[in-house]
């Protein structure tokens, strides 16, 4: 191979390679804002497999492109090409890169899967997370209760054992560790918060505990990820992250709010219409809604 032609690939991978660099950091403003730690370390490793992903696009595009430019066969040539048998160096360079990229992004897939530490109870001290993602510091000194997460066809209820609260509405205090226990009463329910990067599959029969830390104060939505039945895309409810102060505020205030049934969309949409008269199909009965000392003031009636 000539000079000039190394020159030339090398000039042009370098090109491609600041393209798909530049590709992975757009691939950031995809996304909603970076609520969690978890949330880091998964674009993180999105933005990698964007500009891997975009380097070989590009190349194999590229290489296709010239090809079918600058290496036609004459207008008249009918002839054969040549009769290559193979070439030894060039079949294990193509199958060794393609072999190198996997185990590649398999090993940083787990590292960040392993950091994130989410995979049932927590076996990992998530402190070496916190400082690999450079979040702001984690409180530690303060003690954060268990958070029970019950979820039905189709509503959400938090319960607060510690303080004796119940609400449709999940408030979380910002820069601690957020401890839940996961239980379904009927089907499969996904809990998943689309700005923190977290999702996790709750199972019947089964407490699943799971673990995030927020980093960014607001409010955020939380949706079933899962199909569970007709008014699923209803079971949706707001994740408040506030200052430890604030956090401590709303668990006074919720304490002293006596019970009462909150307003449900699935089940007030049901009883407008029972039966389905359009199809002739009759559906789930959605569960009674949750008696609860806070309910969401957008979901209140």
């Not at 076996?123 to 209760?145: D, F, K, R």
């Not at 949750?290 to 209140?300: A, I, R």
């Amino acid at each position: 191979m000539k000079n000039s032609t190394i020159l030339n690939l090398v000039a042009v991978s370098i090109v491609l390679a600041v393209i798909s660099w530049w590709m992975g950091q757009q691939s950031y403003s995809w996304f909603p804002p970076q609520a969690s730690v978890e949330a880091k370390l998964i674009d993180d490793l999105f933005s990698f497999l964007v500009a891997l992903g975009s380097f070989i696009f590009l190349g194999v595009v590229g290489t296709i492109t010239y090809s079918a430019l600058f290496q036609q066969a004459g207008k008249y040539d009918y002839s054969d090409g040549p009769p290559i048998e193979g070439n030894v160096t060039l079949e294990i360079v193509w199958t060794a890169i393609p072999f190198a990229l996997v185990i590649w992004i398999a090993v940083y897939s787990y590292q960040i899967y392993d950091q994130m530490s989410i995979e049932g109870p927590m076996e990992h001290n998530h402190l070496g997370m916190t400082q690999s993602a450079q979040a702001a510091p984690i409180n530690e000194t303060v003690p954060v209760s268990t958070i029970e997460v019950h979820s039905r066809q189709w509503a959400w209820e938090f319960r607060y054992p510690e303080q004796n609260i119940t609400s449709t509405e999940l408030h979380l205090p910002n820069n601690q560790r957020a401890k839940l226990t996961l239980q379904s009463e009927d089907v499969i329910h996904g809990f998943y918060i689309p700005a923190f990067r977290v999702k996790q599959d709750i199972i019947p029969g089964e407490i699943t505990d799971f673990e995030f830390t927020p980093i960014l104060e607001g409010k955020y939505r939380l949706r079933d990820s899962q199909y569970s039945g007709t008014y699923f895309a209803a079971m949706q409810t707001n994740v408040i992250v506030e200052s430890p102060e604030a956090y401590q505020k709303w668990l006074s205030e919720a304490a002293n709010n006596a019970p009462k049934a909150a307003y449900n969309r699935a089940f007030a949409e049901y009883n407008r219409n029972p039966n389905s008269a359009r199809t002739g199909w009759r559906t789930i009965r959605p569960a009674s809604p949750p008696v609860v000392n806070y309910s969401s003031p957008q979901e209140s009636k």
